[in-house]
């Protein structure tokens, strides 16, 4: 079962941070993080493995709450490199890799 | 090293008639996985193979079909195309068994307009 992506969209100015949350009705194994700009293939960020963890990359990082099936992707003082849809993908016990249907990013001078 | 390469990167087909995608996985990779992106509907999961040997599959219909051979590239057919199928058709490659905790590198896909 796809992912629940919130919000679908938003509007951010450099230097805003955002927050894109990301839930599932099933139990999880995984979650991953991409990111895919406008015309162009999607980009790994980061994969999450266990209950309550966080990665980072930069001024991006996320957190994987297994217990509530949620995840969150944080971006801080966003650049305008940022801007693109971000997807979530979730992994459940039979290994597929689910993606969320995107939460589309703009970061405006 | 080259990336994940996707042929053709534009088709347009007639309702009726029927397509194979190609993907050419990165050198070394042996897990591929077919996504289909559509406006509003995020990627969806079509197949996964490891070893030509198909490990997951998604919700589509028995015209959506896959192989994969022994030097992991990998092909997709859709058969009696319908102007639903008109879609962005991704392709993803990772290293080893993908159970879930490896990184996907993606193709640029190949788009598909169905008329």
């Known amino acids: 079962q796809q992912p629940v992506q919130s919000p679908q969209a938003v509007i951010l100015r450099e230097g805003e941070d955002a927050v894109i949350n990301c839930s599932s009705s099933k139990a999880l194994y995984s979650v991953h993080w991409y990111r895919q700009k406008h015309g162009e293939a999607p980009v790994f960020l980061m994969i999450l493995l266990k209950g309550g963890e966080q990665k980072g990359h930069e001024k991006i990082s996320a957190s994987f709450n297994e217990k509530k099936q949620q995840s969150s992707l944080y971006l801080t003082a966003s650049q305008l490199s940022y801007s693109g849809t971000y997807f979530c993908g979730t992994v459940n016990q039979g290994g597929k890799l689910i993606f969320g249907q995107g939460t589309e990013l703009s970061v405006k001078p | 090293k080259a990336g994940v390469t996707q042929t053709p990167r534009y088709l347009i087909k007639t309702r009726g008639q029927q397509v194979t995608l190609s993907c050419s996985p990165i050198s070394g990779h042996r897990s591929v996985s077919w996504y289909q992106q559509t406006p509003g509907q995020g990627l969806q999961f079509l197949f996964e193979?490891?070893?030509?040997?198909?490990?997951n599959k998604g919700n589509f219909p028995g015209r959506f079909s896959g192989r994969q051979f022994s030097n992991s590239r990998s092909e997709m057919n859709v058969s009696t195309l319908e102007l639903g199928d008109s879609a962005l058709y991704l392709c993803?490659?990772?290293?080893?068994?993908?159970?879930?905790?490896?990184?996907?590198?993606f193709g640029s896909g190949t788009q598909l307009s169905v008329l």
């Open positions: 193979y490891f070893s030509e040997t198909q490990r």
């Open positions: 993803a490659s990772s290293p080893r068994d993908r159970a879930g905790n490896e990184k996907l590198f």
